[in-house]
């Protein structure tokens, strides 16, 4: 079975504070996506990847920087976390290219910025 | 403009009652793809059906059964005999050819089965 893992669940940061997000894959996808999830807005792509080092912007970039050094490891950085970020966090892979495969998510990590 | 349109924010059943959650799309390219996802209350999506454009064919699996029409642009979702287990955030998502493995969520539906 695909397992997406994230590194928390639950995490608590003040405003301005740095801010990892990582998460794992372990079915050797070359795509991987983070998403923000909020009430009424439904998941929104902030980045995604298709390669190792490679990173494309998704609908809603700004706030967020993105790191992919492993192909098996997707990291979300928030460079100075502010309460808007508060949210659910989300991430996926998915294997190869082209719009036909589905695509696998993590459990997400809820994200409160005080 | 929102690709995928889940107009259904919330719905309540009664347990054994069947349901449908709608899902419009829009997209101009000719070869895409739609899915169903079901988030419980523990966060983790799962996937649950993915169809092509080109086939139009209604799928059924168990209690599940999904409606696709070309011409409406939509892909609904029946349970049939909802049970408490079901209650969920159901997302359908949409993937074009044209945009590779993007994939563009609906806002979701909200399903509270009540016993």
């Known amino acids: 079975d695909v397992k997406v893992t994230q590194s928390s669940r639950y995490l608590v940061k003040r405003t301005g504070e740095k801010v990892f997000l990582e998460c794992v894959q372990d079915?050797?996808?070359?795509?991987m996506f983070w998403y923000r999830q909020d009430p009424g807005l439904g998941l929104r792509l902030i980045y995604f990847?298709?390669?190792?080092?490679?990173?494309e912007k998704g609908d809603i970039p700004e706030g967020y920087s993105v790191s992919r050094e492993k192909k098996e490891r997707f990291s979300l950085i928030l460079e100075s976390a502010s309460t808007n970020q508060t949210s659910m966090y989300l991430c996926?892979?998915?294997f190869g290219q082209g719009p036909y495969n589905e695509q696998f998510f993590g459990p997400g990590t809820r994200l409160t910025v005080l | 403009a929102q690709k995928v349109t889940q107009a259904q924010t919330e719905i309540s059943v009664v347990e054994k009652e069947d349901v449908t959650l709608d899902c419009v799309y829009e997209?101009?390219?000719?070869?895409?793809?739609l899915f169903w996802y079901k988030q419980p209350p523990s966060g983790e999506l799962v996937f649950l059906i993915r169809?092509?454009?080109?086939?139009?064919q209604n799928e059924i699996s168990g209690r599940y059964s999904w409606n696709f029409q070309k011409s409406t642009s939509s892909f609904n979702f029946t349970i049939t005999a909802s049970q408490v287990v079901d209650s969920a955030v159901y997302f359908c998502?949409?993937?074009?050819?044209?945009?590779?493995?993007?994939?563009?969520f609906g806002t979701g539906t909200s399903l509270t089965v009540i016993p």
């Open positions: 996926a892979s998915s």
């Open positions: 079915m050797d996808h070359e795509n």
């Open positions: 990847s298709y390669d190792v080092k490679m990173k």
């Open positions: 997209t101009r390219d000719t070869t895409y793809y």
């Open positions: 169809r092509n454009s080109f086939d139009e």
């Open positions: 998502a949409l993937s074009e050819a044209l945009t590779g493995n993007q994939f563009y």
